[in-house]
Nanobody
C-alpha cells in the first residue's frame, strides 16, 4: 500500500522560509517522479513543483526562483524548500506520486504579512 505523509507546514511571516517533507512508503520511490501541489483558499489544487527520477525539476511560474524541490531516494523522502514566502503562498500543500496517483493528507502553510 502506497502512503505519502507530509510534514513541515506552519505559520510564517512574509519573507520567511519553510521546508516541507513528504515521506513515501510502500513503493520503490526512486523509479518515478514526485510532485507538490497547492490548494489556496477558494482556488483549485495546482501543481507547484515536480522532480522526476533523473532529478529534473519543473516549477510553476509563481514560485520559480523561490521554491526548490528535491528528493533523497535513500530516505524515500521528497522535500520542498519554500523561501521568500508571500501571502499568496498560503494554502494546503499536497505531495503527489503520479505513478499510482496517490496523494498525501496535506500540510497547511500560512503566510502572514
Amino acid at each position: 500500500q502506497v502512503q505519502l505523509v507530509e510534514s513541515g507546514g506552519g505559520l510564517v511571516q512574509a519573507g520567511g522560509s519553510l521546508r516541507l517533507s513528504c515521506a513515501v512508503s510502500g513503493i520503490s520511490f526512486s523509479i518515478s517522479s514526485v510532485a507538490w501541489h497547492r490548494q489556496s483558499p477558494g482556488k483549485t489544487r495546482d501543481l507547484v513543483a515536480r522532480i522526476d527520477m533523473h532529478n529534473r525539476t519543473t516549477y510553476a511560474d509563481s514560485v520559480n526562483g523561490r521554491f526548490t524541490i528535491s528528493r533523497d531516494n535513500a530516505k524515500n523522502t521528497a522535500y520542498l524548500q519554500l523561501d521568500n514566502l508571500e501571502r499568496e503562498d498560503t494554502g494546503v500543500y499536497y505531495c503527489h506520486y503520479p505513478r499510482f496517483n496517490t496523494w498525501g493528507q496535506g500540510t497547511q502553510v500560512t503566510v502572514s504579512s
